[in-house]
C-alpha cells in the first residue's frame, strides 16, 4: 500500500518541480506576481511535506532550506534579485536531482550539496531550531504493539491514580473541543470517574451564558504513563485550567511535576484569571516523547482489523486541475495494436471486395471509405493518448544548460518554443538523451566565452533556441545557438587526423560540418568536465535514427550552429511506398525518399566491373540493387529502371533500384524485435492488405551495404580531390 | 455510523496517506484538494471532524477555519489543523482562528487516530 502511495508521491514530485521550473523561469523573465512566488512555496512545501511522511531526510532537509528562503520572499523580507533567482534555479535543479536520487537509489554530489545549502543559508534568519523531522507522536498510544508482543513487554507498567481537575476557559468552547470527549479518551485508558463541580453555577438570572462555570474531578486509574494522560488535554492546554496528580511516590511525583511544569509554561494551577487566555495560547508547547511500552487497546487492534474499508477514493478524482485518467501503457499499447489491426482489416476487406469481379460495388465502396474514416479517426485518437507536450523534456534542458554554463563558465540562456507540441511518449522519453547531448555541446563547443562575445560585438550572454513544432506529419526539434559556428578548417584538420578523410579531399562546407557526426570524431581539445565523456554525435545521429528520424546540422562562421531533428510522430504507423522487389512486396519509409522516377538505358552508366551510376540531370547517382542487395534471387529479368532516389544522413544520395512501385500508403510498424533479432537492410514488417507480411526496408543500411555506393563515393573524393 | 472525515489538502500523497489510514481505521474519508474546495464541499458531506492543511491555494487553512466557524456555517465541528511546522505561534494563530487541534506531519497513524478520538469522540 504505502509503496504505491510512495509511487504516487514521486509522480506528484514531477508534477510540483516542472511547477517550481515553471514558476522560476517566469521570475527569471520579469514576473514579479506574488502568487508565483505562493506557488513555488507551495510546491517545494509539498515536497517537503510527503518526503517526511517518506522517511526521506535529505529531500527533507533541502526543501526546507528552500522553502525557507521563498518564505522570506513571500514576505517579503528578501528581494529577489539576479544572484538570488540564479541560486533558487539551481537550487531547483539539485531538488529535481534528489528526487532522482531518491526514487531510483542513485548518488548526489554532496559537495553540490553542501555549497548550495550554505548559499540558501545566508539568505535565511538564523534558523530558529534544528529540523527535526520525524514522525512525532502526540504522545497517543503507542503505535505498533500487537497482543501477542505483550507477555515479551519488559516490565509490565504499574496501574497508577491520578487526580484531574479540568475546568475549561470559556475559549475552549470556541474551538470545537468537547470535554466529553476528552473524558471518553480518558476512560478507554482505564477505569475512569467524573464528579461535576457545579458549584461555580450562578444562579439563573446572573448567568452569562457565553461564560463557563463548569469544572470536573476525574479519578482515572490506568497502566499507561503520565505522559499519554497528559496528552489527552493537548489541544486544550492554555485554555482551560488543569492539573493532574498522580498517586505514586512523591519522589516520582515531584519529578513529574516539574517535568510538567516545564512543559506547560504557565503554572498550570492556578493561572491568573486574566492572562490565561491571550498568553498562554501563545505559551510554547513542545509535544511530549512517545511513551516508551504503553499496553495498545485490545478495542483499537480489533476494530482496527474488522473495520470494513471504505468505499476507495472515488473523491480522489474530484476536483484538480485537469481530470486525468492513469492508464497501464501497456493496456494503450494492446489498443495501439488492435486499431493497426483494423487498419490492416480495412485494406484487406478492400482487396477483397476489388477481387469479386462484381459489376456494380459503389454502395460498398462508399462504406468502406466511411470505416476508413472511422479506421483512421480511432487511430488519432488513439495515439493522442500517448501523446505528450515536450514541455517537461525541455524544462529539464533549461537545467542541462544551466549546469553546462556554471561548468564552462559561459552565461548561456535557453529559450524555448512551441513547448506544447505533442509527441509520442517513447519518442519524448528517447530524445532525451540526444537532446542533452546537443545542448551541451552547444555550451561547450558553440557559444563563446563571454569576453569573446564582447569582442566580436556580440551580447555576452549566449542565446540557445530549443523549439518544436509539426511540420507534415512530423516533429522537428531545432537547436540554435548563436555562437561561433563549426571551426570548418579544425574540423576538417581533426578528421584527416583521424584518417577519416584522405588528406587532399576536397568537401563541400555541409559535408565537413556533417563529419561531426562521424564515429570516433571529438573536437574537444582537451577531455573537459563536459565533453569528452566518450560519446560522440555519432551516438547522437544513432540515436536519432533510431527513432526514424533524422537528423541535420547547418552551420554559418560567427553567426552559430543548428541541429534539426525530424522525428515520425508515432512509432506505429507510417507512411510508406510499397513496392515490388524480385517478386516480393517491400515498403519503403517516404521520409527517406526524395522523388521517383523511371530511368532509360541511356541514363545508365558503368564504374568499374558491375557497379552502375545513374545520370539525373547532369549528376551521377550510384545505383543500387535491392534484391541484390538483399540477396534475393530474380526470375525474370528487371523491367527497365524503376528507381527510388534516397538521401542518407549524410547527404549522399543513392538510387535504389527496385522493380515496380504500386501504391503510396499507411502502414502499421510490427517491430522484428525479439522474433528474428537485427537484419541488416530491414527495419521492421508490416501486414498489407492481402494478409501477406512486407519488410519495411532500411535505405540506410543498404547503401552502406552497397559496393557501388561506397565505390562511387571514394571515386567521387577522390575527383573532387583531383 | 462511521464518522465521517473531510480532509483538505493539496498534496495528493498526504491525501492518500490520510485516506489509507483513515479507511483502515474505519473512518468514512472525503477529501478536498484546497481550501476553496473544502469549504465548499462542507455542506454536502456534512462531516464529523474536518482536517485541514495550512498552505494551499485559493483558500488557506486559516481561511478554512475562518469561514466553517464563520456567520454563513456557525459550525461547531471539530477541526485539525495538519502541518509541518510545530511552532508555537502558528498553533495559536490557527487556535485564534478557532481551530480545534493540530496534527504535525508527519503523521503517524496511532497520533492521528488519537487526535481524532478526543475530538470527536469517535470509537472507530
Given amino acids: 500500500m504505502s509503496g504505491s502511495i510512495q509511487d504516487t508521491f514521486f509522480e506528484e514530485c514531477e508534477e510540483l518541480l516542472e511547477a517550481t521550473d515553471e514558476g522560476l523561469t517566469a521570475i527569471e523573465g520579469g514576473d514579479h506576481n506574488p502568487e508565483v512566488v505562493n506557488a513555488i512555496f507551495r510546491a517545494v512545501h509539498s515536497i517537503k511535506g510527503g518526503a517526511g511522511a517518506f522517511g526521506l531526510d535529505d529531500l527533507v532537509a533541502f526543501a526546507h532550506r528552500f522553502e525557507t528562503v521563498f518564505d522570506e520572499v513571500r514576505s517579503n523580507r528578501l528581494e529577489l534579485d539576479g544572484k538570488l533567482v540564479q541560486l533558487l534555479l539551481r537550487s531547483s535543479d539539485h531538488l529535481s536531482a534528489l528526487v532522482e536520487a531518491a526514487r531510483d537509489g542513485g548518488q548526489i554530489d554532496e559537495a553540490h550539496h553542501d555549497t548550495l545549502l550554505a548559499a540558501l543559508d545566508e539568505y535565511t534568519p538564523d534558523e530558529e531550531e534544528d529540523l527535526t523531522f520525524e514522525p512525532m507522536g502526540l504522545g497517543g498510544p503507542a503505535p505498533m504493539m500487537d497482543l501477542g508482543g505483550l507477555g515479551g513487554a519488559p516490565a509490565a507498567p504499574q496501574e497508577e491514580t491520578y487526580r484531574i481537575r479540568f475546568q475549561p476557559l470559556k475559549e475552549m468552547y470556541g474551538t470545537g473541543n468537547e470535554p466529553f470527549f476528552l473524558f471518553q479518551a480518558l476512560r478507554d485508558m482505564g477505569g475512569l470517574t467524573v464528579a461535576l463541580d457545579e458549584n461555580e453555577l450562578p444562579g439563573f438570572d446572573a448567568m452569562d451564558m457565553d461564560e463557563s462555570y463548569l469544572a470536573w474531578d476525574l479519578v482515572l486509574v490506568t497502566k499507561e504513563p503520565r505522559s499519554v494522560v497528559e496528552a489527552v488535554f493537548e489541544f486544550v492546554e492554555g485554555l482551560c485550567e488543569l492539573s493532574i496528580a498522580g498517586d505514586g511516590d512523591a519522589e516520582a511525583e515531584a519529578n513529574a511535576l516539574a517535568a510538567l511544569d516545564a512543559m506547560f509554561a504557565a ?100 462504406e468502406l471509405e466511411g470505416f476508413k474514416n472511422l479506421a483512421r479517426d480511432i487511430q488519432e485518437g488513439v495515439m493522442a493518448i500517448r501523446a505528450q507536450p515536450v514541455k517537461p523534456l525541455f524544462q529539464r534542458m533549461a537545467r542541462i544548460v544551466r549546469e553546462a554554463s556554471a561548468a564552462t563558465g559561459k552565461t548561456c540562456k535557453l529559450v524555448t518554443e512551441g513547448e506544447n507540441t505533442e509527441v509520442d511518449k ?63 578548417p579544425r574540423v576538417k584538420q581533426i578528421a584527416i587526423e583521424k584518417g577519416l578523410i ?221 | 455510523m462511521k464518522t465521517k472525515v473531510l480532509a483538505i489538502d493539496d498534496s495528493r500523497t498526504i491525501r492518500n496517506l490520510l485516506a489509507a489510514t483513515l479507511e483502515e481505521a474505519g473512518f468514512e474519508y472525503h477529501c478536498a484538494v484546497d481550501g476553496r474546495e473544502g469549504v465548499d464541499m462542507y455542506p454536502e458531506i456534512d462531516p464529523d471532524v474536518v482536517i485541514t492543511d495550512i498552505n494551499m491555494p485559493n483558500l488557506d487553512g486559516f481561511g478554512v477555519i475562518e469561514e466553517l466557524r464563520g456567520e454563513g456555517i456557525n459550525s461547531k465541528v471539530p477541526i485539525l489543523v495538519l502541518t509541518t511546522e510545530s511552532a508555537p505561534e502558528l498553533k495559536a ?32
Fill in chain 1, 426 to 488: 517513447t519518442v519524448i522519453e528517447r530524445l532525451s538523451d540526444p537532446l542533452t547531448h546537443i545542448l551541451r555541446n552547444a555550451v561547450d563547443h558553440g557559444v563563446e566565452k563571454p569576453e569573446d562575445r564582447a569582442a566580436a560585438g556580440k551580447q555576452t550572454t549566449g542565446e540557445i533556441r530549443l523549439s518544436a513544432s509539426h511540420r507534415s506529419g512530423s516533429v522537428c526539434i531545432e537547436i540554435r545557438d548563436d555562437g561561433a559556428g563549426v571551426n570548418r
Fill in chain 1, 502 to 722: 584522405p588528406e587532399n579531399a576536397e568537401l563541400t562546407d555541409g559535408e565537413i560540418d556533417n563529419l561531426l557526426f562521424a564515429p570516433g570524431f571529438s573536437t574537444a581539445k582537451e577531455i573537459s568536465n563536459l565533453s569528452g565523456r566518450g560519446v560522440g554525435m555519432d551516438v547522437v545521429k544513432n540515436a536519432v535514427t533510431g527513432l526514424g528520424g533524422r537528423i541535420n546540422i547547418s552551420s554559418a562562421p560567427g553567426k552559430g550552429s543548428t541541429f534539426t531533428i525530424i522525428l515520425p510522430l508515432t512509432l506505429a504507423v507510417m507512411d510508406g511506398m510499397v513496392v515490388s522487389v524480385a517478386d516480393q512486396t517491400m515498403v519503403v519509409p517516404i521520409t527517406s525518399i526524395v522523388e521517383t522516377m523511371r530511368g532509360s538505358d541511356d541514363m545508365i552508366n558503368s564504374l568499374g566491373a558491375d557497379g552502375t551510376l545513374l545520370s539525373i540531370r547532369g549528376n551521377f547517382v550510384p545505383i543500387c540493387d535491392v534484391a541484390g542487395a538483399l540477396g534475393l534471387y530474380r526470375e525474370s529479368d528487371r523491367q527497365a529502371g524503376v528507381y527510388l532516389l534516397v538521401e542518407t544522413e549524410t547527404g549522399q544520395r543513392c538510387a535504389l533500384a527496385v522493380d515496380d512501385i504500386h501504391d503510396q500508403r499507411q502502414v502499421v510498424i510490427k517491430s522484428l524485435d525479439g522474433v528474428c533479432g537485427e537484419i541488416p537492410g530491414v527495419a521492421a514488417a508490416t501486414i498489407l492488405g492481402d494478409g501477406k507480411i512486407a519488410m519495411i526496408l532500411d535505405p540506410e543500411s543498404i547503401i552502406a551495404a552497397s559496393p557501388t555506393a561506397a565505390a562511387f563515393d571514394t571515386e567521387r573524393r577522390l575527383s573532387n580531390a583531383s
Fill in chain 1, 267 to 366: 503554572p498550570p494551577v492556578p493561572p491568573a484569571a486574566g492572562s490565561a487566555d491571550g498568553e498562554a495560547a501563545a505559551a510554547p508547547f513542545e509535544p511530549p516523547v512517545p511513551a516508551p511500552e504503553p499496553e495498545a487497546k485490545p478495542a483499537v487492534a480489533e476494530e482496527k482489523a474488522s473495520a470494513p474499508k471504505a468505499e476507495s477514493g472515488n473523491q480522489e478524482q474530484r476536483g484538480g486541475p485537469k481530470p486525468t485518467l492513469r492508464v497501464e501503457l501497456e493496456r494503450v499499447d494492446r489498443l495501439i495494436n488492435a486499431v493497426g489491426e483494423l487498419i490492416i482489416n480495412h485494406s484487406m476487406l478492400a482487396q477483397q471486395i476489388a477481387n469479386l469481379n462484381v459489376s456494380d460495388t459503389r454502395d460498398v465502396e462508399t
Fill in chain 2, 93 to 124: 494563530r490557527a487556535r485564534g482562528a478557532g481551530a480545534t487541534g493540530w496534527i504535525t506531519k508527519p503523521f503517524d497513524d496511532a497520533s492521528l487516530i488519537f487526535a481524532l478520538k478526543r475530538v470527536t469522540g469517535a470509537a472507530a
